[in-house]
Each structure stands twice: as C-alpha cells, then as structure tokens.
C-alpha cells in the first residue's frame, strides 16, 4: 500500500454559528472523516447542559455528521472535554469544544408592571423537528407575581408537550433588573411554510408596593391575564 491510498481518519466539531441562548435549543455538529463509530457516541456530561441523542448523516464528500441537540440551562462559558470513541480505524480523541451562552437582555417593562414574552430559536425549523421554546413572565421592581393558573393554549398546527415547572428568573432589562419565572416547552411543526403560535394566556395576581406617608406599605393586587404577541415561524 502506498502513502497515497493511506487516508487520514480524524473527528472534530463544527463551529457554531448560532446564537446560544438559556433554555432554547440549539444544535452541536460533529464530523467523522473517513471513518465510523463503532459505539454509541455520547459527549461527557456538563453541567446546566442538556445533550440529546444525535441525527446521524453524510455530506457531499462523505463526511459522517452527528448533529446533536442541545439545551444550555444557564448563561456561562461552557467546556465539553475531550473524549475518545472508537471507530472501524481504531481510536479517535474527540476535541473539546468551548462556547458562550449570554442572557437573553429584555426590553423594558411596560407601564402596567408586567410583560410576557415567547422566545423562539433563531434559526430554520423543519417540519417534523423538534425544537424548545420558552415562555417567559417578566415584572419590574417592586411588583410580585401571585400565579393563579398554569399557561394555557391551544396549538393547533404542532405536537406539543405539556408545559414544563416554572423556573425562577432574574434579567438584566436595559441596566434595570426584572424578576419573574420561565416556562419551556418542546414542539414538533406539522406542516411546513408560515405558522403563528397561537396566543398563551394565564391568570395571575400582581402585588404592586407603593409608599405613603412615612414607613407604611400599601400592597394593591390586580388580578392580571397577560398575552405575549404572536410568533410566527417560517
């Protein structure tokens, strides 16, 4: 044999082009040339990362991709470590890779005290794929949320799971801090082309400080239905 008929076999991850953002889903790329995994490949586990199991394909030049899933929980700097898999040419160590994940800045509250927003991945969606999205209930300062209800919808032109438990959240709004809580969610599109999310409503109670004279409090509750605008997704 030749050195000319000796083919290099190696792995190494795609850089990522998206924008990572906590508790949406995005997606990590992994590269075999010229040669196959002979066990499951499974990244090492990272904290406050969520890691799904990967669609397998090829390239024009034949290149193997595992395009995995992912779902950072938190913001931070992320480090997936080295690790070795075996293929049908012996051991390959897979590189680490590192990346960023930046809270989402919000746009300021709204006169009312509180504001409910949908975030959607940036990115193309296919029909049939599965991807995260998450909804949010944001208050300014000095205004609490009393939850009453759970979100409620009705999204007709996906599969879609239940509402996961409501998460705690602090963000920076413009040098402003507002408070409030997270939901997520996982959909599946049904058909393809241009698609609006349904409106998501949920009842909620809302207790406003106000200061009267000298060191009295006075707590004024509202009862609140708030509607965050239509998504759409094409």
Known sequence: MTLGNVMAFSAHWLPINEKLEPGVSGHLSLIFENCSPQDEVKPP??????????????NS????????????????????????????????????????????????????????????????????????????????????????SQPEWDP??????????PQRVILNA????????RYTTTLLSLKAGKIVLPPISQQLTLEIERFGRGLFLNLLSNPSTPQPNPKSLK
């Open 45 to 58: 586990k990272v904290a406050f990362l969520e890691i799904e199991a990967p669609s397998i394909s090829r």
């Open 61 to 148: 030049r034949n290149e193997l991709i595992y395009d995995f899933p992912i779902i950072p929980h938190q913001p931070g700097n992320y480090i997936i470590p080295p690790f070795l898999i075996a293929t049908d040419h012996g051991l390959v160590e897979i590189p680490p890779i590192s990346f960023t994940v930046k809270e989402v800045e919000i746009a300021p509250i709204s006169a009312d005290g509180v504001d409910a927003q949908v975030l959607i991945p940036q990115r193309t969606l296919w029909k049939g794929e599965p991807f995260v999205i998450e909804y949010r209930l944001l208050t300014r300062s000095g205004t609490f949320l009393d939850i009453t």
């Open 156 to 165: 007709k032109d996906f599969l879609s799971n239940r509402w996961g438990k």
């Open 174 to 181: 413009n040098g402003t801090y507002a408070s409030g809580l």
